[in-house]
């Protein structure tokens, strides 16, 4: 990440202030996206954009006081649905058809703009959070324990299945995102509580980290009866393997497989080093309403100076086939 200090008095607003902290940093990622779907398939461009903005100032007492915010483009279709084969003949994310031969040339998504505002107030290890917060199922370990690819795929390997509070990367997350939240570590144990109005949600997670060993527990109170109610993981290390496990409990199964579906989710996956810049990700998922069990592997290779050569494969818990590559640099 980029630093960046502005020290005027002109851009300083309060008197007795001497600076702002201001970071840049974020990553772009480019290349292609091959989608396999009963319907039909196609093979895409793919990228992403994120200028990530972290602001902040140290009052006398020693509390720093802070706010981030992004902006983002994508193009590639997956945040939103995919469309397969670029058909715009079924209405389903349409895109543009700009040479008129019946085929999607873009989505025609309107993206680009700063997100919702997350503010903080941090001192020693507690921080409280308010407006666009990260969620406390979003940032328990174990919930993320790989990144499939150039661009992360379904995410299948993700347990709560995106059933909670999370930060909105979107630039539709500037309106109607309003949550707080409390964060706190000592030593190897840490906590996480945040609440919203969405679906009136209260959550939280527990984690310790012992032996190179970390364990979670994850808690949530809904009126979503497709929430997430409690959630765990364990990861650590054994030889060359890094290794997790994470379960999540996604409401009562209601036997509808798809969107509107509930249940269990389990997930176990692994990270190998393969030489010195290369490394091998794989996954095996499941859940209730999934149609099919979930897997993938990947390859990622650092090119060094922050960029990075990435590619994997994944038949998703829908039975879609992805395959993507690409080139991934961070700033």
């Known amino acids: 990440m980029k630093k960046v200090l502005f020290a005027t008095t002109a851009l300083v607003a309060t008197a007795g202030v001497a600076a702002a902290d201001v970071t840049f940093g974020g990553y772009g990622r480019f290349g292609l996206l091959y989608v396999d779907t009963a319907a039909g398939d196609s093979t895409d461009i793919t990228s992403r954009f994120r200028l990530q903005i972290d602001a902040t100032a140290e009052s006398d007492a020693g509390v720093t006081f802070g706010a981030r915010v992004r902006i983002q483009q994508d193009n590639d279709g997956l945040a939103n ?162 290794l997790s496990f994470a379960y999540a409990k996604n409401g009562d199964d209601n036997n509808i497989i798809g969107a509107g579906g509930n249940g269990d989710h389990w997930v176990l996956a692994a990270r190998f080093d393969v030489g010195a810049a290369t490394n091998i990700e794989a996954y095996v998922a499941d859940a209730d309403y999934f149609a099919e069990t979930s897997y993938g592997v990947d390859f990622n290779h650092d090119l060094g100076g922050g960029t990075s050569l990435r590619g994997g494969i994944s038949s998703t818990g829908q039975d879609v086939t992805l395959v993507d590559l690409g080139v991934r640099f961070n700033f």
């Open 81 to 242: 649905g995919i469309d397969a084969g670029g058909d715009i003949s079924d209405g389903v994310f349409p895109g543009v058809d700009a040479d008129l031969d019946g085929d999607r040339d873009f989505r025609g998504r309107q993206e680009t703009g700063i997100n919702g505002v997350r503010f903080f107030a941090r001192s020693g290890g507690l921080e409280v959070g308010v407006g666009n917060i990260f969620g406390a199922l979003e940032f328990m370990p174990g919930m993320y324990p790989i990144d499939i690819g150039l661009t992360g795929h379904s995410y299948d390997y993700t347990a709560y299945n995106f059933r909670g509070d999370a930060y909105d990367s979107d630039a539709g997350g500037s309106a109607g995102l309003n949550g707080v939240e409390v964060m706190y570590s000592a030593g190897d144990f840490s906590m996480h509580v945040s609440a919203s109005d969405t679906n009136d949600r209260l959550a939280a997670h527990f984690a310790y980290t012992f032996s190179g060993w970390t364990i979670a527990l994850g808690l949530q109170d809904s009126d979503a009866a497709g929430d997430t109610e409690y959630a765990v993981s364990v990861g650590g290390s054994v030889g060359i393997a890094d």
